[in-house]
């Protein structure tokens, strides 16, 4: 996990060529919306590079948010060394849209493995915000 006080000055772990200040900072602070259900699952990696689990269980579908795994979920977050993030694909999901999907690799180590979650997943708008659902 990259401390808070230096994540401001590195490239977002999103992939994206931004700071993290100019990039998921802004969505994670409430400074700025996810735009696209790829912004939002681009913030959603970096909260799990960073272990922030109250902005993972903001960003989650209230139907099927696991507020009751949200600890367990940081633990896991802070306990592998994340690697990078590779979008593969997305349908819908723009600004006009109300559902779409990301398709992505999320790399990381555990222990002295390295493996990725490949994930194809589904985002809809909640309260005119983009949130994940499964």
Not at 51 to 58: E, I, P, R, S, T
Not at 73 to 97: F, H, P, Y
Request: net charge neutral; hydrophobic share 30%; with cysteine.
């Amino acid at each position: 996990m990259v401390e808070n006080s230096k994540i401001n000055q590195i490239i977002c772990p999103c992939g994206r060529p931004k700071t993290y200040t100019d990039c998921c900072g802004q969505i994670h602070q409430n400074q700025a919306k996810a735009i696209t259900a790829e912004d939002l699952m681009r913030s959603r990696y970096t909260a799990f590079v960073l272990a922030n689990g109250d902005y993972l269980m903001h960003s989650h579908h209230s139907s099927t948010r696991p507020i009751s795994e949200k600890n367990e979920i940081v633990r896991w977050a802070k306990s592998v060394k994340w690697i990078k993030l590779e979008v593969l694909n997305t349908t819908q999901g723009s600004s006009n849209d109300n559902e779409g999907t990301v398709e992505f690799k999320a790399y990381f180590k555990e222990g002295f493995v390295t493996t990725y979650i490949h994930e194809n997943s589904y985002f809809t708008k909640e309260n005119g915000n983009w949130v994940y659902v499964g």
